[in-house]
């Protein structure tokens, strides 16, 4: 008997946790607590220990691309500096396909300083994952869980929400 209650108790305090860190999130409950709003903390290769933390600009998703039956997330961070000035490149699945709670099948990815003369300057690789936490007609939200990229610059974390506008294809003008 013991054995079953601390067994019940274990399982319900597992559901409660589950239910209270809940991935989706509405444009509303977004701006109004900006804490949730996605950040990149940056730890970079140099001698300064303070993390410097940045957010994206503009991030948009294009629901087809140049990739048959995939969508693509482009966003940049705005940044004036070097080590600071990055963008981050996604395509995954339709954004049609997909439900609130998915986690995104990233099929390409591309993290890099676009104003470096570095060549290690990117990667393709990243840790974490993306989930789909809200999406409407004009608007998609994405939860950046811990994602991380690391390259010749140092260390990229970006962790939370953010919303991105969704438009229907990539303009011809970005189009490959």
């Known amino acids: 008997m013991k054995h079953l209650v601390t067994a019940l108790t274990v ?7 589950v239910s209270c860190d809940k ?22 290769k140099s001698d300064d220990p303070e993390d410097l933390v ?9 629901r087809t691309s ?16 070097v080590y600071d000035m990055f963008m981050l490149s996604i395509y995954f699945d339709s954004i049609d ?6 986690t995104l099948k990233v099929n390409r990815f591309l993290f890099s300083f676009f104003a470096s003369s570095d060549s290690n300057a ?28 690391n390259c010749s610059f ?7 929400y953010l919303y991105c506008t969704l438009q229907d294809e990539v303009p011809s003008i970005l189009a490959y």
């Open 97 to 102: 396909k997909l439900q609130v709670g998915d």
């Open 66 to 81: 140049d990739l048959e039956g995939q969508s693509w997330f482009c966003a940049n961070s705005g940044g004036k500096m």
């Open 154 to 160: 140092g260390n990229y974390v970006t962790d939370g």
């Open 11 to 17: 399982f319900a305090a597992a559901a409660l946790a």
């Open 23 to 44: 991935d989706t999130i509405s444009p509303e409950e977004l701006f109004n607590d900006g804490s949730k709003l996605a950040k990149t903390t940056i730890h970079t």
């Open 122 to 149: 990117h990667t393709h690789s990243f840790g974490g994952k993306i989930t789909l936490a809200d999406k409407g007609e004009d608007y998609v939200i994405l939860r950046f869980h811990k994602v991380s990229f």
């Open 54 to 62: 940045t957010t994206f600009v503009k991030p948009v998703v294009y």
